[in-house]
């Protein structure tokens, strides 16, 4: 079974980073044809796509969070992170990590959440 946990530091200041890592558990991040996704949602609004990574390590990103943002992977302990600089307080938001196929997402994380306040 296919499972996703995201991680992350809970609470961040304005203007720091922010690293969040989804550990996958039940597949290779490497193998087949899948994308690894990040997505978030801030508190009353709907999901925001924010950027993916393909098995082969591909980087895809949404262009108003491109300059914010980068996407890795630790292949060796089967996880893909998110580093998100600059933060701010609209920042703040519920973060998931997704698995998708053919515009399909399968598996989803339970996601984190992180608030941007001083």
């Known amino acids: 079974q296919v499972q996703l946990q995201e991680s992350g530091p809970g609470l961040v200041k304005p203007s720091q980073t922010v690293s969040l890592t989804c550990t996958v558990s039940?597949?290779?991040?490497?193998?087949?044809?899948?994308?690894w996704h990040w997505i978030r949602q801030p508190p009353g609004k709907g999901l925001e796509w924010m950027g993916a990574?393909?098995?082969?390590?591909?980087?895809f990103y949404s262009p108003s969070l491109k300059s914010q943002m980068s996407l890795s992977r630790v292949t060796g302990k089967n996880q893909f992170t998110l580093q998100l600089t600059s933060v701010a307080p609209e920042d703040t938001a519920v973060y998931y990590c997704?698995?998708?196929?053919?515009?399909?997402?399968?598996?989803w994380g339970q996601g984190t959440q992180v608030t941007v306040s001083s």
């Open positions: 997704a698995r998708e196929i053919t515009a399909r997402f399968e598996y």
């Open positions: 039940g597949d290779s991040i490497t193998t087949n044809n899948y994308y």
């Open positions: 990574m393909s098995s082969s390590g591909s980087t």
